[in-house]
């Protein structure tokens, strides 16, 4: 597996409307993602107003792919973020978990 590690630090009072936007985008595109596997996002109690998310994908072919449509994302988050967001790509590793009674 193949992914993006990214963190999002929003402008004051955009935070909400940020996770709108991020949530539209991935109903628009991840259909047209191939190898997609799941997309993650979540709003850390120790970082107000930022957001970290994690991508992942089946392969870096994939990923590569997908590359052209991360850009039109980013065009259209840049109206809610403070600063550059902080992007880590690479391959991941899975430890598997089965936890009985979920």
């Given at each position: 597996m193949y992914g993006l590690l990214f963190r999002l630090k929003t402008l004051p009072g955009q935070t909400q409307p940020l996770e709108v936007s991020l949530h539209r985008?991935?109903?628009?595109?991840?259909?047209?993602?191939?190898?997609?596997?799941?997309?993650?996002?979540?709003?850390?109690?120790?970082?107000?107003?930022?957001?970290?998310?994690?991508?992942?994908?089946?392969?870096?072919?994939?990923?590569?792919?997908?590359?052209?449509?991360?850009?039109?994302?980013?065009?259209?988050?840049?109206?809610?973020?403070?600063?550059s967001p902080k992007w880590v790509e690479g391959e991941i590793t899975a430890l598997e978990i089965t936890v009985k009674g979920l």
């Open positions: 985008l991935v109903q628009e595109r991840v259909p047209e993602m191939e190898g997609i596997v799941a997309i993650y996002v979540m709003k850390p109690l120790s970082y107000p107003g930022e957001l970290i998310g994690l991508a992942v994908f089946d392969s870096q072919s994939h990923y590569t792919q997908a590359l052209t449509l991360h850009t039109c994302w980013y065009q259209q988050l840049e109206l809610y973020l403070g600063n």
